[in-house]
Structure formats: structure tokens, C-alpha cells
């Protein structure tokens, strides 16, 4: 696999999509829709495979775009927990977690908030 | 039905086509060679028998020519050579006739060949007197003789070769007629042969189809049911092959299913059942009226709520941990059992430094000893008897409907989640509110404003501000049933579980 390429499959079932483009620092994926237990596992494997790539390409942010991720139920949360909690406990300083959100969605409010806290200068919340 | 594998009945079938199809292939070519060498023998001998009868007929022709040449010859040597040359004509036209005789296979035909044979002899028995009147020199006689006998002898010799003539053509034309009779049937009974094959092939191919198909289709007929939630589908497959081997390995499974299911229901009921069961049943809060439920989801859920009173007030913590399952109800009770212990032996403790000391517990637990990788939001707060909240930790608003507006107030939450990491004691911070008379304060899940309905929508915060400043006034058991039934009519089958605090301040202690 050349360095350009991003081994990140996009998703797109009838209420989930998700889609990663790498930009010059950092990979950007795209959530949209309803992120509740039905595409959890699709939810774990992006982010295991934004994880690959971002540590791959040694990028210096990767981008969750949540704008239009109107719903996402406490498993899909756990998730996202899971992949801060790890790169905090990493030895080794690799990327920062940015979240591009919406304020006018409830549960962004609520959980990025507490996400932020949680990981500190790790996380970002836009 | 016997030990007949499918491999074995595909076989079989292929077999069986492949006999059919070679039986009817080999039976074709038979009747094609057979009517090829009818015809090619019938062709032949009637050919050979035209073909010998035109030599005649010509051979005559040139003996008759012959014979005339010879009357109107003076030259005594020419006229010799002229009768050695007719004379090999007749030996010629001698053996065509042995060959001709030789082929005679029908008594018109031997008859033709006799009137033939008889006017042969009447020819060359005039030609012959003709020639002993020539011979004595008297050539005017020998003329006359041989245009009123030799002549008509031939004419009448020639006519019945050419009667026979036209008996062979028609009999070869009869050949030919039968010929195409033959071939026409040849050709139906292949027809009809290749018909039978191709229905019996279509035949045997429908059954042995039929064979594999049927316990397929009752075996997908059974994991459909299964599917659907019929423990009891069983494939009814009796047959001692592959497919029969399929469908007990499928019954079997479904038998596993079927117990599998029935102990994990039996699970789910016990740790439903744990989980509402450490629910608070009483409330007895001095200067506060408080009342809650939890109305849990078809999966076992991870809320948590309690109320712990103490002696100028109480806790109360509301949590949620985070997925669904064992798991999750399992975490709910270590934090219930973690919150009601720490606050027994210290009740006058920060809901700061309880948060942070159940978060260690909590973590330790989880990350150490179950090797679970989960979190759960809560918020524990500090009522006192004078109206004053504290509270900390990180999990829905806490609404408060103010008596004096009758209007709803959400206040965050901050800090973050317990059991994601070993300490949060950097991010957690202790806030406050203060209670009026009769203020109403609401305690909830995320189950409340996420409940959805047939499309989607959430409840949402607006909706349950509605509901609870419409019942504001009334009995807290009424604003909670309240909320509760709004929120079923918006969500009939909400996924997650439904947890509600309703507290209403009733004013200082005295």
C-alpha cells in the first residue's frame, strides 16, 4: 500500500455513514446519521482503522466530524471512550483526537464535554 | 429410504440420462444404416438392371444397324467381316442376357424377359433365313425378305426390351418412393424416441431435483422459524444422506439454541430482576418529597439511581453505565454497593470525593479484575435540609422547575465519566444548586430524551420540559407517572431503560 492511500473502508447502511479522507495533516472521518447499536461494530472498526492509518501515516490529528452524527447511544460512546483511554495510556505522543462538532445537538453537548475532560490535551473539541 | 448419497443420486441420474441418450443415439444410427443399405441395395440392383437392360436395347440396335449393312454390301470379303463383327455382337448381347437372367427377381419380370428371349429368337431366326437367301446371290429377295420378316422381328424384339425397360424404371421409381416411406418413418420413430428420452430425462432430472430440493427448502423453512423466534422449528428431514445429515446437525443446533436461550432468559430475568430489586423502595427524606422509577428495556440495562438519606438530608446519585447486558447491570450494582458504603461510613464527605472514590473502586474493578473495558456517567448529590445541592460528576442536566416561574432550569454536569481511568480527581469539581419551596428537581437518563419514536425522533429535552411543567403542581408520584406516559406514547418500545428522580422541596426543617 503506497503512504497516499487510506485503508479505511468507508460505511453505508440506510441510517449510518461514515467516510475518511486523509488531508495533508491530519485524517478526517465523517460520521452521519444515527450511531446506535446496530453499527457499533462498524463504528470499531473505523475507529481501529483511523487508529492504523493515523499511527501509519504519522499524522498529526485525527478528525472525527460528528456535525451530522445526530444520535450515538452509549455502546457507540464506549467506543470512542475505549480509543481515548488508549492513546492516553500510550508511552510514546502520537496524534491528537479532534472532534468537529454541532452545539445544537444535545448529546454532542453533553458527552464531547465530558469526552474533553476526560482526555485532556489529547482531545480536542471544535 | 436407503444410504443414497446426493453425489451418488447425481450420478445415478447422469447415468441414466446417458443411457437413455446413447440407446437412442445407437438405435437412430441403426435404423439409419439399415434404410441406407435397403435403399443403396434396392438403388443398386434395379440400377444394374436398367443399366443392363439400355446395353441390351443398344447392343440390339447396333445389331440391327448391322444387319442392315450387311444386306447392302457387294463386297463378298466385307460381307464376311461384317457377319464376324454381328456375330460377336450376338455373343455380347448373349452374356447381357446371362447377367440380365442372373438379376431377375419378379415374375413380370422373368416374363418380360421371356417374350424378350422368344423375340430375340424369331429375330435372329428370320435374320438368319434372310441371310441364306443373300448368300445364294439373290439380293432383291434377301431385301424384301429382311424388310418384311427381319425388320418387324426386330421392332418387335426392341419393343418388349423396352417394355422391360420401363418395368425396371418403375420399379426403381417404386425403390425410390419406399425409399423416402422409410426414411419418413426412421425419422418419427427418432422423434418419437428422442421425445421419450427428453421426457424421461426431464423426468428423472425433476425427481432426483425434487429430492435435494424438498429437505432444503424444510430445512430453510425451519431456520426461517428459528429466525423468527420459533424455539421449536426442527427441520423434518428423515432421508440417511448428506441433506439428512444437514438437518439433524440443524435440529441439533436448534435444540442449543433453544437451551441456550431458555438459560439466557433465565439469566436476564435474575439480573433484571437484581437490578431493580436494589432499587430504593421507600423515600423518607426530610424537607424533600421524592419519588422515582425505572422502567427498564426488553435488554437489561445499566441505570442506576438511588437515595440515601442521611441525618440533615440525603444522596442521590444517578448514573448510567454505558452498553447493555450482564455486564452493564453488574457494574450498575458495584456502583450502587461502592455509593451506599462510602456514604454509611462518611456521609458529610464532598460528592467530589465520593465521586472520585467510586471511580477508583470502580476502575479497579472493572480494568484489574473483570478486565472490562467499560464507563458509566454519574452524578452524586448532596440534598440538605435547607434547600442547598451539591453535586458532582459527569451525567445528564439536573432540572429544576421553579415553583416561582413554573418554569424548567437544566444545569450541567461537569467533569467527566467513572471507570474510563484510575483518577479523576483533576476533572471533577463540586457544583451546587439551591432549592426553593416547592421547587420541583428532576433526575433522568439518557433513556428519557433519547427514547425515539417510529421515525426517529427523540424525545428530546423540550418535550420532557413540557411534561414536567404541566404537572408542576401536582404530587410527585403524578409528575413522574406523568413523564412516564409521555414518554411511552412518544417511544412504545424505547431501547434503553427509563429512569426518573422527582424530588420536590417542601422547605426547611424545622
Known sequence: ?126 | MGRTSIAHRLRLAFLVMSVLTLAVGALCISRMHELNQATAKIAGHHLAKVRLAQTGVRKVHENGRSALHLFLIRDPRTFDEELAEQGATSREISEIYAQFEHLLDADDERALFGAITAARARYRSTRAEAEEVLRTGDRQRALTKFEHEVLPALDEYIDDWDVLLELEGRRANEAAVNAATSYARARAVTLALTGIALVLGMGVAFFVTRLITRPILAISDAATRLQSGDLAARADVSSNDELGTLAAAFNSMSEAVAFRHERLAREMNLAQHIQTALLPRTFCVAGLDVTAAMNPATEVGGDYYDVLPVHDGCWIGIGDVAGHGLNAGLIMLMIQSSVAALVREDPDRTPRALVTTVNKVIFENLHERLVLDEHATMTLLRFHDDGFVAFAGAHEEVLVCRAETGRCEAIDTPGTWIGAIDDIAAMTSDSSLRLAQDDVMILFTDGVTEARNAEGVPFGIERLFGAIEGARGLAVETIRDRVLDAIAAWAPQPDDDVSLVVARYTGPVV
Open chain 1, 1 to 126: 500500500m503506497s503512504e497516499g492511500d487510506l485503508a479505511i473502508r468507508d460505511v453505508n447502511l440506510e441510517h449510518f455513514s461514515a467516510h475518511a479522507e486523509r488531508e495533508p495533516t491530519k485524517i478526517v472521518a465523517r460520521l452521519r446519521g444515527n450511531a446506535d447499536q446496530l453499527v457499533r461494530d462498524e463504528l470499531q472498526r473505523i475507529i481501529s482503522e483511523l487508529h492504523t492509518e493515523a499511527t501509519r501515516l504519522g499524522v498529526r490529528e485525527a478528525v472525527l466530524d460528528v456535525r451530522d452524527l445526530y444520535f450515538m447511544n452509549s455502546s457507540c460512546l464506549s467506543v470512542i471512550v475505549r480509543w481515548i483511554t488508549g492513546q492516553m495510556k500510550c508511552a510514546i505522543e502520537s496524534y491528537r483526537i479532534r472532534f468537529t462538532c454541532n452545539a445544537n445537538l444535545r448529546w454532542q453537548k453533553r458527552s464531547l464535554q465530558a469526552m474533553a475532560t476526560l482526555g485532556g490535551a489529547l482531545v480536542v473539541i471544535d
